[in-house]
T-cell receptor, first 110, second 109 residues
Framework: EAGVTQSPRYAVLQEGQAVSFWCDPI?????LYWYQQPRDQGPQLLVY????????NSQLPSDRFSAVRPKGTNSTLKIQSAKQGDTATYLC????????FGKGTRLTVV | GQQVQQSPASLVLQEGENAELQCNFS?????MQWFYQRPGGSLVSLFY???GTKHSGRLTSTTVIKERRSSLHISSSQTTDSGTYLC???????????FGSGTQLTVMP
């Protein structure tokens, strides 16, 4: 069975540029999470979905970040006008009970 | 609020020694997982263990709901066990997975 797939694996941006991250969860998993993990820190939840519905996006910087999961399967996380402080690994995870993580997208904003 | 506390923050062992990592939580939970992460690596699920004891090779996870704690025991440590161990909990009434701050384990040859 395929795991959680994320792309791209790496991204390097200038400040002010936009970027989108894509996640394909494990088939049948109704819950999907996006986490931000700065270097040498633990993962911090940004947003999570149950099917296509956003359950909690209170930690998502709403002025520049957005996340969608329109059909309750794949999901896209977008950053408009990236800042150096957004430099981190962005992790997608999915679950029905046990949570499984993708390999992440390592973002560097210079 | 909902809190997860992991200890110790860091641990250095000689190869062959055992380790006991702890995770304490403040409220009732739906699930508990232990993850392993190498520097720059992805999060690997070690155990999904909402209650009781589970074994996998040299690893043992024990979650005691009444005492609001979970432990990860590593026996006969190896240098390849080095990395960060994170506990993560889903609290009752939420699907949100909240992480502890992690234990950074270094096993010396």
């Amino acid at each position: 069975e395929a795991g959680v797939t994320q792309s791209p694996r790496y991204a390097v941006l200038q400040e002010g540029q936009a970027v989108s991250f894509w996640c394909d969860p494990i088939s049948g998993h109704d819950t999907l999470y996006w986490y931000q993990q700065p270097r040498d820190q633990g993962p911090q939840l940004l947003v999570y979905f149950r099917d296509e519905a956003v359950i909690d996006n209170s930690q998502l910087p709403s002025d520049r970040f957005s996340a969608v999961r329109p059909k309750g399967t794949n999901s896209t996380l977008k950053i408009q006008s990236a800042k150096q402080g957004d430099t981190a690994t962005y992790l997608c995870a999915s679950s029905t009970a046990e949570v499984f993580f993708g390999k992440g997208t390592r973002l560097t904003v210079v | 609020g909902q809190q997860v506390q992991q200890s110790p923050a860091s641990l250095v062992l000689q190869e062959g020694e055992n380790a006991e990592l702890q995770c304490n939580f403040s409220t009732s939970l739906n699930s508990m997982q232990w993850f392993y992460q190498r520097p720059g690596g992805s999060l690997v699920s070690l155990f999904y263990n909402p209650s009781g004891t589970k074994h996998s090779g040299r690893l043992t996870s024990t979650t005691v709901i009444k005492e609001r704690r979970s432990s990860l025991h590593i026996s006969s440590s190896q240098t390849t066990d080095s990395g960060t161990y994170l506990c993560a909990l889903e609290f009752s009434g939420s699907w949100q997975l909240i992480f502890g701050s992690g234990t950074q384990l270094t096993v010396m040859p």
